[in-house]
């Protein structure tokens, strides 16, 4: 038996794929799929760094440092240091140097940003934007867990279990009182982000047949990049009350679990392939009786082609004990179901698969190439996107410009690579993003004082950011299509954690760009370049091919 003979894609279209069941399911994964963008880019907001200086000397210290303030002698307070400049008619005195004895003053409230709540400038600086760097190893982590337990247990218990959690440890990076307690947080809450946006992803990507399944998951992804999109605005309206309320909204929207808990269902899909055939049975039953359609037709003639091809199985002789046809349906299902556990259960391990990877020319090559074009993508879309603050003057315009764009670059890169193929697009978009992000750079190298120039580089950046995450969308496609079935998930997770730990130095683009404004652009543009030239020369196109099953397909 193969796991082909339940035809599951018949059962959905029997139900009727755009009716009540399936239109409501689709709705209550994507309505708190916001969850996913507020995790991820709140931080945009909640660390910023303000203007700030040193706090003035109090008296004492000026009489403690022998310091006498008239008009001979100079304070000045800068970002890390206290200057004094001694001056006594024309004899110049030493000159000294203090650190900020007193803290610093921020030109903002204390509470609107982590930074100026626990002092993360001078000696500190970076440790801000390390919490990012947390986060994401959390994501690398819920990576590697997250489909496993979604296979073991489940899609739905990932889903509630995932976002009930995050209520938690949002709570608890709300209230942290020091610095470390909050960036463990962050790797807590990088985890469980990740697990919730795997499980919300698959149900998507399983509630429906293949037919509807692409326009339903690309429709998935656009409502994910609205979400990116009122982020900002949601910063904004929550701009007047401290950090913390930022991780309260996120705590607050988690809340959500209890309507998947009540009404969302499991993947029909999944129950068949785990042998859990009556859980099956009552979802399809339901989904019936919603859409309003004869579970009898949809149970019994969806799956007749896998009772007549087992009229020859031991199975069918169970009909001699006088049982009705639904329970010989239901036991060929079962019969069906047991060898799919079974071919399962022979599959060999991840290791293993990668080892054939590695052994294979072609498959090596796929797989090393992509996973540098993914993680260049990848970076420079999130890098511009964390860079917001650095762009423009207002942080709450920039970042959900930048969003906004994407969805006008998805489309655009669906279009295209209809018409002429994932490698041509991706090509042209990697070229399009390197001549921009370059031209920003060379003007912030060479017109830096220039106020006009200064929004031509915003606009630069921006476009930059959009095409950017056009084309990361089009490299999860069209790595899925270049490896074959037996070896997709290996290879795409092989990529997808070299994507990860590149995406370490992101939050690090920001620290960069303050320091050498003009750097950050030529690396994203140089890999851009570089990577554009290894699609071009290594690997070939898919488009309008059947996508292969078996290594010896490609090899």
Not at 133 to 146: C, D, E, N
Not at 162 to 181: E, Q, R
Not at 212 to 231: A, H
Request: net charge neutral.
């Amino acid at each position: 038996m193969k796991p082909s003979q339940i035809d599951v894609d018949g059962i959905m279209t029997s139900l009727g794929d755009s009716k009540y069941f399936h239109t409501t399911q689709y709705i209550m994964i994507c309505i708190p799929m916001l969850l996913a963008s507020t995790n991820t880019f709140f931080y945009v907001y909640f660390a910023t760094t303000p203007e700030y200086r040193c706090n003035n000397l109090t008296q004492s210290q000026l009489s403690q440092y022998n310091i006498s303030i008239n008009e001979e002698d100079n304070l000045i307070y800068d970002k890390c240091s206290i200057d004094i400049i001694n001056t006594n008619g024309e004899v110049t005195g030493e000159n000294r140097t203090l650190d900020c004895l007193n803290g610093y003053y921020y030109t903002t409230p204390v509470d609107k940003s982590i930074v100026s709540q626990w002092d993360l400038v001078c000696n500190k600086e970076g440790l801000a934007e390390s919490t990012q760097i947390f986060y994401i190893v959390g994501q690398m982590i819920g990576g590697l867990t997250a489909p496993y337990l979604i296979e073991r247990f489940g899609r739905k218990p990932a889903r509630v279990s995932s976002s009930a959690l995050l209520i938690i440890f949002n709570l608890f990076g709300a209230f942290s009182p020091f610095y470390s307690l909050f960036a463990a947080m962050r790797i807590f809450i990088g985890i469980l982000r990740e697990a919730f946006l795997l499980s919300s992803a698959t149900l998507v990507c399983e509630l429906y047949p293949k037919e509807k399944r692409i326009i339903m998951t690309g429709i998935f992804l656009n409502i994910w990049s609205v979400g990116n999109c009122l982020v900002g605005f949601i910063a904004y309206m929550l701009k007047d009350y401290s950090w913390n309320m930022l991780f309260l909204f996120n705590a607050a929207l988690s809340g959500y679990f209890i309507v998947d808990f009540i009404f969302l269902e499991e993947s029909t899909r999944w129950l068949i392939a785990t042998s859990k055939i009556n859980a099956a049975e009552k979802i399809v039953k339901k989904a019936a009786k919603q859409n309003k359609v004869d579970f009898d037709t949809v149970w019994h003639i969806t799956l007749k082609d896998t009772s007549t091809q087992q009229t020859a199985s031991p199975v069918n002789e169970t009909n001699l004990d006088g049982r009705n046809c639904e329970s010989n349906v239901e036991a060929n299902v079962k019969a069906v179901v047991d060898q799919s556990q079974i071919e399962v259960e022979k599959e060999a391990p991840m290791l293993v698969k990668l080892l054939v990877i590695f052994k294979s020319p072609y498959l090596r090559k796929v797989t090393i190439v992509m996973s540098i074009a993914w993680a260049v993508d990848m970076t420079s879309a999130n890098g511009i996107m964390l860079m917001s603050e650095v762009l423009g003057d207002n942080v709450y315009i920039v970042f959900p410009s930048i969003c906004s764009l994407e969805i006008l670059t998805n489309s655009l890169y669906a279009v295209s690579a209809k018409r002429f193929g994932h490698k041509v697009t991706l090509e042209c978009f990697k070229t399009f993003s390197a001549a921009c992000v370059i031209t920003a750079s060379l003007i912030k190298l060479l017109a830096e004082k220039s106020e006009t120039m200064k929004y031509v580089c915003l606009v630069l950046f921006v476009v930059t950011g959009a095409t950017a995450n056009g084309a990361t969308g089009g490299d999860r496609i069209y790595i899925s299509e270049l490896f074959p079935t037996e070896i997709r998930s290996a290879g795409s997770g092989f990529a997808t954690t070299f994507v990860r730990t590149v995406g370490l130095s992101t939050p690090l683009f920001k620290l960069l760009a303050l320091n050498i404004p003009w750097a950050p652009g030529i690396i994203i543009g140089t890999g851009c370049i570089v990577s554009s030239i290894l699609l071009h020369i290594y690997l070939p196109e898919t488009g309008n091919l059947v996508l292969p099953q078996k290594i010896n397909d490609v090899i």
